[in-house]
């Protein structure tokens, strides 16, 4: 990986290439990893820096810059074999929650041939702005759905829910069209990107190492943003085609002719040798907020396999879709589903 894209620059950056090669390629021969994302910075400085790209009256809500500020992104997975080897097949445990100050707003477990799912809907609905009704609300013949708003967690199973993916990608278009063909990143169209982003690394990334006693070591990666990210798109265009469906195109530099091209430098911490973090300092993108930390932290470390959650209710896809449509009758003058459309 990186250090291909360091062979053709000075002794530092290859050394530091050579080592983030060695710590990507100890993840991929882990068989369960945990990775954890947050944004570094607090609600104030959130406002601030979008600020400077909204439109009068269309700002930040302070209760959306509240969650952000203190919202934590999980993930988890185990597999019978190598993660890098690892097929749909051998993966037998996957865990994601996506939590805010208040705690968890959206969970799932994959174990074995089941899926299981809770949220916590009151809270998704005040951060989006718009308050979904309290399971109270709902009629009986909201079934499944109701459950879902209230929190409890539904017990789905895998098979249904691909067969259901395969049918909708299978359904006509509009106009009777047959679907776009899903994209597909064969080996060498693997090999064309992988190419690609060593060639752009190599051209406009800088790096340097420090390191402590303890094993510890960063290796920092330093380019400027806008730059970074249009050479890093005229590279990928070619192979749009089959990174994209439905014929979808990449944006232009034309689109990021107003992002700042100020230097952005991401952290990379190694224990003995092993990732255990990522942290991209983005204070240096605002240009008129006052920001003094403002980063984009991934956490990486072994997983513990999830476990099914106790007294979940088992349920068909289908049970929710008509409980979804069952619930948008009127409740009241005013309430769910009571207004004209």
């Not at 098979?159 to 047959?178: F, H, I, N, Q, S």
């Not at 403002?294 to 072994?302: D, F, K, N, P, Y």
Request: hydrophobic share 40%; charged share 30%; glycine share 10%.
């Amino acid at each position: 990986m990186l250090a291909g894209s360091a062979a053709c620059g000075t002794v530092e950056n290859l050394s530091a290439g050579q080592k983030l090669d060695k710590a990507f390629d100890k993840l991929g021969e882990a068989r369960s990893l945990s990775f954890e994302l947050d944004l570094d910075a607090d609600a104030a400085t959130l406002k601030s820096l979008d600020a400077e790209s909204s439109e009068p009256g269309e700002e930040m809500p302070d209760e959306m810059a509240e969650l952000l500020s203190d919202a934590r992104l999980t993930f988890s997975v185990h597999s019978k074999k190598p993660i890098e080897k690892s097929e749909e097949k051998d993966f037998t445990a996957m865990a994601m929650k996506f939590s805010g100050p208040d705690g968890d707003l959206l969970e799932y477990r994959m174990i074995g041939d089941h899926l299981y799912v809770r949220v916590d809907a009151e809270a998704l609905g005040k951060m989006a702005g718009s308050p979904m009704p309290s399971a109270d609300e709902l009629p009986p013949e909201a079934g499944a759905f109701k459950q879902l708003l209230a929190g409890e967690w539904l017990k789905l199973s895998v098979k249904e829910l691909e067969k259901t993916r395969d049918e909708m990608a299978g359904a006509e278009g509009p106009g009777g069209e047959e679907p776009a063909a899903e994209p597909s990143l064969d080996a060498k169209t693997q090999k064309k990107l992988t190419k690609a982003l060593r060639q752009v690394v190599a051209e406009q990334v800088d790096f340097t190492t420090s390191g402590g006693s303890d094993g510890t070591e960063h290796v920092k990666a330093t380019a400027p943003f806008r730059t970074l990210i249009t050479e890093l798109l005229d590279e990928l265009r070619p192979l749009q085609d089959q990174l994209l469906p439905g014929g979808a195109g990449l944006p232009t530099a034309k689109d990021f002719k107003d992002a700042p091209n100020k230097k952005v430098t991401a952290d990379f911490t190694l224990k003995n040798g092993e990732l255990t973090e990522v942290s991209v300092d983005l204070a240096k993108l605002a240009e008129k907020a006052k920001v003094e930390k403002s980063a984009l932290v991934l956490r990486i470390g072994t997983a513990e396999k999830a476990t099914a959650p106790a007294g979940a209710t088992e349920v068909r896809i289908d049970e929710i879709m008509s409980g979804l449509l069952g619930g948008m009758g009127p409740i009241g003058e005013e309430g769910f589903g009571g207004g004209e459309f």
